[in-house]
T-cell receptor, first 110, second 113 residues
Framework: RKEVEQDPGPFNVPEGATVAFNCTYS??????FFWYRQDCRKEPKLLMS???SGNEDGRFTAQLNRASQYISLLIRDSKLSDSATYLC???????????FGKGTRLSVIA | NAGVMQNPRHLVRRRGQEARLRCSPM?????VYWYRQLPEEGLKFMVY????????ESGMPKERFSAEFPKEGPSILRIQQVVRGDSAAYFC???????????FGPGTRLTVL
Protein backbone atom coordinates (compact mmCIF):
# COMPACT_ATOMS: atom_id res chain seq x y z
CA ARG A 1 0.00 0.00 0.00
CA LYS A 2 1.26 3.49 -0.82
CA GLU A 3 1.88 5.90 2.05
CA VAL A 4 -1.14 7.96 1.03
CA GLU A 5 -3.46 7.01 -1.79
CA GLN A 6 -6.42 8.83 -3.27
CA ASP A 7 -8.79 8.30 -6.16
CA PRO A 8 -7.67 10.98 -8.65
CA GLY A 9 -11.17 11.49 -10.05
CA PRO A 10 -12.34 13.69 -11.58
CA PHE A 11 -15.61 13.77 -9.72
CA ASN A 12 -18.13 15.79 -11.76
CA VAL A 13 -21.18 16.60 -9.67
CA PRO A 14 -24.11 19.01 -10.02
CA GLU A 15 -24.58 21.90 -7.65
CA GLY A 16 -26.29 20.83 -4.46
CA ALA A 17 -25.03 17.27 -4.62
CA THR A 18 -23.27 15.43 -1.81
CA VAL A 19 -19.88 14.00 -2.68
CA ALA A 20 -17.41 11.92 -0.68
CA PHE A 21 -13.71 11.19 -1.18
CA ASN A 22 -11.71 8.47 0.48
CA CYS A 23 -8.03 8.35 1.26
CA THR A 24 -6.08 5.34 2.49
CA TYR A 25 -2.80 5.47 4.38
CA SER A 26 -0.24 2.81 5.14
CA UNK A 27 1.26 3.70 8.50
CA UNK A 28 -1.01 2.55 11.31
CA UNK A 29 0.93 4.71 13.78
CA UNK A 30 -0.17 7.97 12.15
CA UNK A 31 -2.07 10.09 14.64
CA UNK A 32 -3.19 13.20 12.83
CA PHE A 33 -4.50 13.83 9.37
CA PHE A 34 -5.34 16.80 7.20
CA TRP A 35 -7.40 17.68 4.17
CA TYR A 36 -5.99 20.51 2.08
CA ARG A 37 -7.61 22.18 -0.88
CA GLN A 38 -5.61 23.31 -3.90
CA ASP A 39 -7.03 25.49 -6.64
CA CYS A 40 -5.46 25.38 -10.09
CA ARG A 41 -1.96 26.88 -10.03
CA LYS A 42 -2.38 28.01 -6.42
CA GLU A 43 -0.88 26.93 -3.11
CA PRO A 44 -2.54 24.28 -0.91
CA LYS A 45 -4.71 25.63 1.89
CA LEU A 46 -5.78 23.75 4.97
CA LEU A 47 -9.42 22.70 4.88
CA MET A 48 -9.72 20.46 7.93
CA SER A 49 -7.63 18.72 10.57
CA UNK A 50 -8.61 15.30 11.90
CA UNK A 51 -7.14 14.22 15.22
CA UNK A 52 -9.73 11.78 16.54
CA SER A 53 -12.66 10.05 14.93
CA GLY A 54 -13.75 12.99 12.86
CA ASN A 55 -14.40 16.67 12.42
CA GLU A 56 -17.22 18.75 11.03
CA ASP A 57 -17.16 22.31 9.73
CA GLY A 58 -20.30 23.54 8.04
CA ARG A 59 -20.86 21.57 4.84
CA PHE A 60 -17.63 19.62 5.29
CA THR A 61 -17.22 16.47 7.38
CA ALA A 62 -14.04 14.48 7.77
CA GLN A 63 -14.09 11.00 9.26
CA LEU A 64 -11.28 8.73 10.33
CA ASN A 65 -11.42 4.94 10.38
CA ARG A 66 -8.26 3.76 12.10
CA ALA A 67 -9.09 0.06 11.82
CA SER A 68 -9.31 0.27 8.04
CA GLN A 69 -6.75 3.07 7.76
CA TYR A 70 -8.77 5.47 5.73
CA ILE A 71 -9.98 9.04 5.99
CA SER A 72 -12.99 10.40 4.20
CA LEU A 73 -14.14 13.89 3.28
CA LEU A 74 -17.83 14.54 2.75
CA ILE A 75 -19.06 17.71 1.09
CA ARG A 76 -22.76 18.46 1.34
CA ASP A 77 -24.72 20.90 -0.82
CA SER A 78 -21.84 21.35 -3.27
CA LYS A 79 -21.16 24.86 -4.57
CA LEU A 80 -19.46 25.87 -7.79
CA SER A 81 -16.72 27.35 -5.62
CA ASP A 82 -15.95 23.91 -4.20
CA SER A 83 -14.35 22.96 -7.54
CA ALA A 84 -10.72 22.23 -6.70
CA THR A 85 -8.31 19.41 -5.99
CA TYR A 86 -8.58 17.96 -2.49
CA LEU A 87 -5.36 16.68 -0.98
CA CYS A 88 -5.21 14.06 1.75
CA UNK A 89 -2.21 14.66 4.00
CA UNK A 90 -0.63 12.38 6.58
CA UNK A 91 2.43 13.34 8.66
CA UNK A 92 5.05 10.66 9.09
CA UNK A 93 4.93 9.52 12.73
CA UNK A 94 7.81 10.82 14.79
CA UNK A 95 8.72 13.30 12.11
CA UNK A 96 7.13 16.36 10.68
CA UNK A 97 7.29 16.10 6.91
CA UNK A 98 3.83 15.89 5.48
CA UNK A 99 3.07 13.17 2.96
CA PHE A 100 0.59 14.38 0.37
CA GLY A 101 -1.70 12.26 -1.71
CA LYS A 102 -1.89 13.17 -5.39
CA GLY A 103 -5.29 14.66 -4.81
CA THR A 104 -8.85 14.14 -5.95
CA ARG A 105 -10.18 16.59 -8.49
CA LEU A 106 -13.73 17.85 -8.00
CA SER A 107 -15.74 19.78 -10.56
CA VAL A 108 -19.11 21.13 -9.46
CA ILE A 109 -21.30 21.85 -12.46
CA ALA A 110 -24.16 24.34 -12.66
CA ASN B 1 -0.21 39.51 9.56
CA ALA B 2 1.59 38.71 6.34
CA GLY B 3 1.49 35.12 5.21
CA VAL B 4 4.32 33.07 3.80
CA MET B 5 6.09 34.98 1.08
CA GLN B 6 8.01 33.53 -1.80
CA ASN B 7 9.95 35.19 -4.55
CA PRO B 8 10.28 35.24 -7.37
CA ARG B 9 6.85 33.96 -8.35
CA HIS B 10 8.14 32.94 -11.75
CA LEU B 11 11.72 32.13 -12.68
CA VAL B 12 13.09 31.20 -16.09
CA ARG B 13 16.55 29.72 -16.37
CA ARG B 14 18.54 28.12 -19.16
CA ARG B 15 20.07 24.71 -18.66
CA GLY B 16 23.24 24.93 -16.60
CA GLN B 17 22.32 28.15 -14.79
CA GLU B 18 21.62 28.48 -11.09
CA ALA B 19 18.20 29.06 -9.56
CA ARG B 20 17.70 30.70 -6.15
CA LEU B 21 14.28 30.54 -4.58
CA ARG B 22 13.50 32.55 -1.47
CA CYS B 23 10.95 32.01 1.26
CA SER B 24 10.04 34.24 4.18
CA PRO B 25 7.98 32.35 6.75
CA MET B 26 4.92 33.69 8.47
CA UNK B 27 5.71 35.99 11.37
CA UNK B 28 6.45 34.00 14.47
CA UNK B 29 7.17 30.79 12.60
CA UNK B 30 10.62 29.26 12.85
CA UNK B 31 10.01 26.05 10.92
CA VAL B 32 10.27 26.04 7.13
CA TYR B 33 9.52 23.25 4.67
CA TRP B 34 10.16 23.06 0.93
CA TYR B 35 8.02 20.97 -1.43
CA ARG B 36 8.16 20.38 -5.16
CA GLN B 37 5.15 19.79 -7.36
CA LEU B 38 5.59 18.47 -10.86
CA PRO B 39 2.75 18.94 -13.38
CA GLU B 40 -0.17 16.61 -12.61
CA GLU B 41 1.70 15.25 -9.59
CA GLY B 42 1.30 15.61 -5.85
CA LEU B 43 3.52 17.67 -3.60
CA LYS B 44 6.77 15.98 -2.64
CA PHE B 45 8.60 16.91 0.53
CA MET B 46 12.16 18.10 -0.03
CA VAL B 47 13.62 19.57 3.14
CA TYR B 48 12.69 20.78 6.62
CA UNK B 49 14.70 23.53 8.29
CA UNK B 50 14.72 25.51 11.46
CA UNK B 51 16.85 28.59 11.96
CA UNK B 52 20.42 27.70 10.99
CA UNK B 53 19.68 23.96 11.04
CA UNK B 54 18.61 21.36 8.52
CA UNK B 55 16.32 18.99 10.37
CA UNK B 56 15.32 16.60 7.59
CA GLU B 57 16.60 16.61 4.03
CA SER B 58 15.43 13.13 3.10
CA GLY B 59 13.54 14.44 0.09
CA MET B 60 16.36 16.46 -1.41
CA PRO B 61 18.16 15.17 -4.50
CA LYS B 62 21.73 14.26 -3.60
CA GLU B 63 23.32 16.60 -6.09
CA ARG B 64 22.80 20.18 -7.23
CA PHE B 65 20.17 21.01 -4.58
CA SER B 66 20.83 22.76 -1.29
CA ALA B 67 18.82 24.70 1.25
CA GLU B 68 19.52 27.06 4.09
CA PHE B 69 17.63 29.08 6.64
CA PRO B 70 20.05 31.61 8.12
CA LYS B 71 19.65 33.38 11.42
CA GLU B 72 18.65 36.51 9.56
CA GLY B 73 16.78 36.63 6.30
CA PRO B 74 14.71 34.23 4.24
CA SER B 75 15.18 30.55 3.63
CA ILE B 76 16.82 29.85 0.28
CA LEU B 77 16.50 26.81 -1.95
CA ARG B 78 19.36 26.72 -4.40
CA ILE B 79 19.50 24.59 -7.53
CA GLN B 80 22.80 24.52 -9.36
CA GLN B 81 23.23 23.64 -13.03
CA VAL B 82 19.51 23.35 -13.64
CA VAL B 83 18.13 20.78 -16.06
CA ARG B 84 14.76 20.63 -17.81
CA GLY B 85 13.53 18.08 -15.28
CA ASP B 86 13.84 20.71 -12.54
CA SER B 87 10.93 22.62 -14.07
CA ALA B 88 8.21 22.54 -11.42
CA ALA B 89 6.37 24.57 -8.83
CA TYR B 90 8.35 24.91 -5.62
CA PHE B 91 6.27 25.63 -2.54
CA CYS B 92 7.51 26.76 0.82
CA UNK B 93 5.48 26.24 3.98
CA UNK B 94 6.01 27.38 7.54
CA UNK B 95 4.73 26.38 10.92
CA UNK B 96 5.19 27.29 14.56
CA UNK B 97 6.46 23.76 15.20
CA UNK B 98 5.30 20.25 15.86
CA UNK B 99 2.89 18.29 13.77
CA UNK B 100 0.46 21.04 13.12
CA UNK B 101 -0.87 23.15 10.36
CA UNK B 102 1.60 24.25 7.73
CA UNK B 103 0.89 27.46 5.89
CA PHE B 104 1.97 27.57 2.28
CA GLY B 105 3.39 30.37 0.22
CA PRO B 106 2.18 31.09 -3.32
CA GLY B 107 5.03 29.10 -4.84
CA THR B 108 7.78 29.76 -7.34
CA ARG B 109 7.26 28.37 -10.81
CA LEU B 110 10.61 27.44 -12.28
CA THR B 111 10.90 26.93 -16.01
CA VAL B 112 14.14 25.59 -17.43
CA LEU B 113 14.62 26.24 -21.12
Amino acid sequence: RKEVEQDPGPFNVPEGATVAFNCTYSNSASQSFFWYRQDCRKEPKLLMSVYSSGNEDGRFTAQLNRASQYISLLIRDSKLSDSATYLCVVPRPGNTPLVFGKGTRLSVIA
Amino acid sequence: NAGVMQNPRHLVRRRGQEARLRCSPMKGHSHVYWYRQLPEEGLKFMVYLQKENIIDESGMPKERFSAEFPKEGPSILRIQQVVRGDSAAYFCASSSGGIGEQFFGPGTRLTVL
